[in-house]
């Protein structure tokens, strides 16, 4: 039986190298601690890829105080203002400058917060570095950008790699908590939620409840079924829709916009076609962050069903 612990925080990496990165940056990385030098960063990227993981790990190898803020949380200027004026104004115990983290800081506001963050990069340059990690650096004002060294989350070339690295991650992790497991069905996860890391070791450890993950979840990674949501939305059944969406969202809604776009052709007349790819940008992209994944989808083939045709 699994242990209570929540594993993406107990077992997340304290060190660069112990990092599921790509080559080149984990060699950036590395280069910052065996310098022993901190610039101020902007770490952006998709969801549970490291970015956080990264800058605590460098952090903690440099040995700097620093302290974590989140962005969705406190966006509030006049919190941070007073939280971190507190925090940078004082002289670190351990020597070296303190570091502030402020995680999803695409979540402050661009027109207030954002600017004022400006303002104490330079007021406390010799005392204090910044660490910005954000899903969509877009939403990061110009002015931050300079003042920092931008590192994108980017894998374009070696996944196959990293994939393997993050099963034999998983499996030290299933063989300490003592669950039995099937590496195939491991690694069908994890191809489904790959690269968010942390997706991974949630579903894991939410399967694992009963001690065992066997071949009996894969009905739970299995596709959509678009032939029946297509059916539903062919006759505007929209007590049948949001069932489905109720009954499909432990998919990835990234993947289920992607699936229903590859169908498009299959089950739209051409000419509604453009109409529907708008619609499914605009809520993917709104799926990053909004505050419910089911109303947000919902929302999504709502519209589809009313505006496009299907043949």
């Given amino acids: 039986m699994t242990s209570q612990i929540l594993w ?5 990496p304290r060190k660069i190298s112990e990092c599921i990165l790509p080559q080149a940056l984990k060699k950036t990385f590395l280069e910052f601690v065996k310098k022993n030098e901190l610039p101020n960063l902007l770490l952006s990227g998709g969801s549970g890829v490291g970015k956080t993981t990264v800058a605590r790990a460098l952090c903690e190898e440099l ?3 620093y302290m974590i803020i989140n962005g969705s949380e406190e966006s509030g200027i006049d919190v ?6 507190n925090f940078a104004s004082t002289v670190s115990l351990q020597g070296g400058q303190k570091v502030v983290i402020l995680d999803e800081a695409d979540y402050l ?4 917060t954002q600017p004022a963050l400006r303002g104490f990069i330079e007021e406390f340059h010799n005392n204090c570095r910044f660490i910005f990690t954000c899903n969509f650096k877009n939403r990061i004002i110009e002015p931050l950008h300079s003042r920092c060294s931008v590192i994108e989350f980017k894998i374009n070339g070696g996944r196959q790699k990293l994939a393997a690295q993050l099963l034999d991650r998983c499996a030290v992790i299933l063989n300490e908590q003592k669950v039995e497991y099937d590496g195939k069905v491991v690694a069908e996860l994890i191809m489904k939620h790959f690269p968010d890391n942390r997706r991974v070791l949630n579903e894991l450890q939410r399967y694992s409840v009963s001690g065992q993950i066997d071949s009996g979840i894969l009905v739970n990674l299995s596709e959509v079924s678009m032939k029946e949501l297509t059916l539903h939305l062919k006759e505007k059944e929209f007590t049948q829709v949001r069932k489905w969406v109720v009954d499909n969202l432990d998919n990835d809604p990234i993947k289920i916009f992607r699936k229903i776009y590859d169908n498009l052709y299959n089950y ?6 453009p109409a529907a790819v708008i619609l499914l940008g605009e809520y993917q992209y709104k799926s990053a ?3 419910d994944q089911e109303i947000n989808l919902l929302a999504c083939l709502t519209e589809i069903m009313s505006q496009c045709q299907f043949k």
């Fill in 289 to 291: 962050f909004v505050a």
């Fill in 63 to 65: 040995h700097r105080d």
């Fill in 80 to 85: 941070l203002r007073t939280k971190i004026k």
């Fill in 268 to 273: 739209l007349t051409p000419s509604t076609i």
């Fill in 8 to 12: 993406v925080e107990h077992y997340r």
């Fill in 109 to 112: 506001n661009p027109q207030s």
